[in-house]
C-alpha cells in the first residue's frame, strides 16, 4: 500500500481531471434537460476543435485567437446539428436521438483521423501557456491548467445553476425538461431555447476538447470517447442535477486518479468512471420496474 | 426501447404474419439454398487469397450482427458494447484451444456458452433498465471489459488461467479445426457455422420466444399483462445474442490465428451498431449486409487505395439517414427501391415483388 505521500499528487489531477469531467457533464445535463437528447458526440467537437486549433497554431496563427476558433467551432458545429436533427427527431424517443447522434461521432472521427492522420506516428500536443507556471503546497507542484480546470468546472456549475434558477431562458428550459408541448403552449419559444441550449453546449464541449487535450493527449480516439467518463458523471447524477454532476465529476476524477498510485489497480484505473455509473445507474434505479408512458429509467 | 421505425411506421394497419403478402416458402428456401451453395462452392474459387479472408471475417460479423439485431430488432434492446461480447468468445476459445485437445466444434460450443453465461450476468441486473439507460450501461460495461482485457492479454500458449506469457519469443498460433486448416477451408467451415446460427435465430423468431419478443417491442406493460414473463424472455434474448456472438468469436480466433486486444477497441462497438442499423435490425439478411458492409468494403476500400476513414464517415452518414429516414435499413429498403425502379423501367410487370425482404419485421 503507498503512503499518503505517494497520493497527493494524485488528488491534485484528479480534481483538476474531475472539474473538466464536471464542464462535459454539466453541458450533457443542460443539453439532455432542454432537448432530451444525450450527445454522445460532445468529445468528437472538443476534440476537432483542438486539432483545428492546433492546426491554426502550428502556422503560426496568434495562440488566442485559435482558442477562440476552437470554441466557435465546436458551438457552431453543435448548434447546426441541433437545428437539422433537433426539429426532425423532436417527437422520436430519447435512444434514437441519442444514437443519431453517434451518427455524428462516426463522421467526425473519421474525417480527423483523415485531416489529421495518426498513421505516421506524428504525436500532436497542445500546450497552454498555464502549464509552465505554478505554485507548489507541501511539495506538490501544482500548475495553472490544472487550477484552471478545477475553476472552470466550479465556476461552470455555479454559473449554470444559477441561469437554470434565476434566468427567464434558464425557467424555459427547466419547463421544456419537463415538458416540451406544455411549454411550447404557454408561448415560450421552444426552437429558440433548443438552439441556445445546443451552443451552449458546444461552446462547453470546446473549452473541454482545449483543456482536455492539454491535461491527457490531443488524440482524436483519446478525446472522443472521453465523453464517456464525463457522461458517467451524468448518470450518477441521472441526468438531472447540475450541483449532482458537478460532485460526481470530482469524485470519478478522484477515483480515477488515485486508484494509479495503487500498484496493482494501476491498470484498471481507467474502469473507475465505468464502474462508478454502472453501479450508480442500478443503484438508482432498484425500484422501477415497467414505465408505462415516457421514457424514464 | 429503440422505436427506430418511429411515427411513420405507427400509422401503418397493423398486419398479420401470416397474411403477410411475400414470396411463397419454396422459392424463399430455394434463393437461401442457392446462395449458400454458391459461397461455400464458388466462392473460394472465385476469390484471392486477400478477398477468402475478408470473406471470413464477414462471416464472423454477420454472426456478431445477427446477435445485434436479436437485440435491436426483436426485443428493443441496444446494446453499445457488443464487441466486448466478442472479445470474451474469443478470449475463452483461444484460451480453450491452448489448453485442452478437444475437438473444435466442441470448443465453439464451450466459447459460446462461456460467453452466454457471462454476458447474461453482467446484464442481468441492467435489464431493470430501458432504453437509452440500458444502452449506455452496455457502453460503461463494455469500456469496463475492455479495459479488463487489455490488462489480462489474449492467451499466447502460456501457463495458468490468463494463458499469456509476455515473455514468449515464439508464439504459436491458435490453431483451426483438423478438416479446415487452409484459408479456403476454414472459410467454408465459418459459413456453415454461421448458417447454422443463423438458422437457430430464425428457430427462435418462428416460435414462442420470437412472438414474445415481439410483444415485448410493442409494448412491455401490455406484454405483462397479457401474462408473458418479460424478464425471462429479455434474459432469452440476452443469452441467445450473447451465445451467437460468442461463437463467432470462437470462429475468429481461430481465422486470425493470433489474437490482440487491440483488435477490440470499444468504438467498434459503435461500428457494429451502425452497421446493423444500416443493414437492417428488422431482417436476417440485414446481418448478412452489415458483415459486408463491416468486412468487405474495408478491404474493398484498401484494395483501391482509399483511406478507410472515409467508410467511418459512410456510417455516421448511413447511422444518421436510416434513423431519420429509412428505419429498416438496407436489406429492407434496397429491393423496395430496386422493385420502385423496375415498375418504373417496366410498366408491364404488375408486381414486382422484393425477394429478400421477407422476414416477419412487424409493422
Redesign the interface.
Known amino acids: 500500500m503507498p503512503s499518503w505521500q505517494d497520493f497527493q499528487p494524485f488528488i491534485v489531477t484528479g480534481l483538476a481531471l474531475g472539474g473538466v469531467y464536471a464542464l462535459s457533464g454539466v453541458g450533457l445535463v443542460v443539453l439532455y434537460q432542454a432537448t432530451g437528447v444525450?450527445y454522445l458526440a460532445f468529445g468528437a467537437v472538443g476534440a476537432m476543435g483542438a486539432l483545428i486549433t492546433w492546426s491554426l497554431i502550428s502556422v503560426g496563427v496568434a495562440h488566442w485567437l485559435a482558442w477562440l476558433v476552437c470554441v466557435l467551432f465546436s458551438g457552431a458545429l453543435t448548434l447546426a446539428y441541433g437545428l437539422v436533427?433537433g426539429p426532425?427527431?423532436a417527437?422520436?424517443?430519447?435512444?434514437?436521438k441519442?444514437?443519431?447522434t453517434?451518427?455524428?461521432?462516426?463522421?467526425?472521427?473519421?474525417?480527423m483521423?483523415?485531416l489529421w492522420t495518426t498513421s505516421g506516428g506524428e504525436v500532436r500536443s497542445l500546450t497552454l501557456p498555464t502549464d509552465g507556471g505554478g505554485f507548489s503546497i507541501t511539495h506538490i507542484q501544482i500548475t495553472w491548467t490544472q487550477v484552471i480546470g478545477l475553476a472552470v468546472g466550479v465556476v461552470i456549475t455555479a454559473g449554470t445553476a444559477a441561469f437554470l434558477r434565476y434566468t427567464k431562458l434558464g425557467t424555459a428550459m427547466r419547463a421544456m425538461a419537463n415538458d416540451r408541448e406544455i411549454t411550447a403552449t404557454l408561448g415560450v419559444p421552444v426552437r429558440r431555447v433548443e438552439a441556445a441550449a445546443w451552443l451552449g453546449c458546444g461552446v462547453l464541449a470546446g473549452i473541454a476538447g482545449l483543456l482536455l487535450a492539454d491535461m491527457v493527449a490531443l488524440d482524436a480516439?483519446t478525446l472522443?470517447?472521453l465523453v464517456?467518463s464525463s457522461?458517467?458523471a451524468a448518470?450518477i447524477a441521472r441526468l438531472r442535477s447540475v450541483i449532482l454532476t458537478f460532485l460526481a465529476a470530482l469524485l470519478v476524477g478522484l477515483v480515477q486518479n488515485m486508484l494509479v498510485p495503487i500498484q496493482s489497480l494501476t491498470?484498471?484505473s481507467?474502469?473507475a468512471?465505468?464502474?462508478l455509473?454502472?453501479l450508480a445507474?442500478?443503484a438508482l434505479?432498484?425500484r422501477?420496474?415497467?414505465?408505462?408512458s415516457r421514457?424514464e429509467? | 426501447m429503440l422505436d427506430v421505425a418511429g411515427r411513420t411506421a405507427s400509422k401503418r394497419q397493423p398486419r398479420l404474419l401470416l397474411l403477410r403478402p411475400g414470396p411463397p416458402t419454396l422459392i424463399r428456401a430455394a434463393v437461401i439454398v442457392v446462395l449458400l451453395l454458391f459461397t461455400l462452392l464458388a466462392l473460394p474459387q472465385l476469390l484471392s487469397a486477400y478477398y477468402v479472408d475478408a470473406m471470413t471475417q464477414v462471416a464472423v460479423y454477420a454472426m456478431v450482427a445477427l446477435g445485434l439485431g436479436v437485440l435491436v430488432g426483436r426485443v428493443g434492446l441496444v446494446s453499445l458494447g457488443q464487441v466486448a461480447v466478442l472479445a470474451i468468445g474469443a478470449w475463452s476459445a483461444a484460451r480453450l484451444l491452448f489448453a485442452t485437445a478437444q475437438p473444435f466444434p466442441v470448443v465453439l460450443l464451450e466459447a459460446g456458452l462461456v460467453t452466454m453465461v457471462l454476458g447474461t450476468v453482467l446484464l442481468l441486473p441492467a435489464l431493470r433498465l430501458r432504453g437509452l439507460y440500458l444502452a449506455l450501461i452496455t457502453l460503461m460495461l463494455a469500456g469496463a471489459v475492455t479495459i479488463v482485457l487489455a490488462t489480462l492479454n489474449f492467451p499466447n500458449g502460456g501457463h495458468g488461467f490468463t494463458g499469456y506469457n509476455g515473455n514468449q519469443t515464439h508464439v504459436p498460433p491458435i490453431r483451426r479445426p483438423s478438416i479446415a486448416t487452409s484459408d479456403p477451408a476454414f472459410f467454408r467451415y465459418s459459413v456453415i457455422v454461421a448458417a447454422v446460427m443463423f438458422a437457430l435465430v430464425a428457430i427462435h423468431i418462428r416460435t414462442r420466444p420470437g412472438r414474445a419478443w415481439a410483444a415485448i417491442r410493442q409494448s412491455e406493460p401490455a406484454a405483462l399483462a397479457t401474462g408473458i414473463n418479460t424478464t425471462l424472455y429479455k434474459l432469452w434474448a440476452v443469452a441467445l445474442a450473447s451465445f451467437v456472438t460468442g461463437v463467432a468469436g470462437g470462429v475468429m480466433a481461430g481465422a486470425v490465428h493470433y489474437l490482440y486486444s487491440i483488435d477490440f477497441p470499444a468504438y467498434t462497438s459503435i461500428t457494429i451498431l451502425a452497421v446493423v442499423l444500416m443493414g437492417g435490425a428488422y431482417s436476417l439478411w440485414g446481418a448478412v449486409v452489415a458483415g459486408l458492409l463491416m468486412q468487405l468494403l474495408p478491404a474493398l476500400l484498401q484494395n483501391w487505395g482509399v483511406s478507410n476513414d472515409w467508410l467511418t464517415i459512410l456510417f455516421g452518414i448511413g447511422v444518421v439517414q436510416v434513423l431519420t429516414t429509412a428505419p429498416r435499413g438496407l436489406a429492407d429498403q434496397f429491393p423496395k427501391d430496386m422493385a420502385r425502379l423496375g415498375r418504373l423501367l417496366f410498366r408491364l410487370v404488375r408486381r414486382v415483388r422484393p425477394v429478400v425482404a421477407e422476414q416477419g419485421e412487424t409493422p
Not at chain 1, 417527437?91 to 434514437?96: A, G, I, M, N
Not at chain 1, 422501477?288 to 408505462?292: D, K, N, P
Open positions: 444525450v436533427f426532425l427527431l417527437r422520436r424517443t430519447p435512444l434514437v441519442a444514437t443519431t453517434l451518427g455524428l461521432l462516426l463522421i467526425l472521427y473519421g474525417a483521423d483523415l480516439t472522443t470517447f464517456i457522461l458517467a448518470l491498470n484498471y481507467n474502469m468512471p465505468f464502474v455509473a454502472a445507474l442500478l434505479s432498484r422501477r420496474v415497467i414505465a408505462l421514457e429509467v
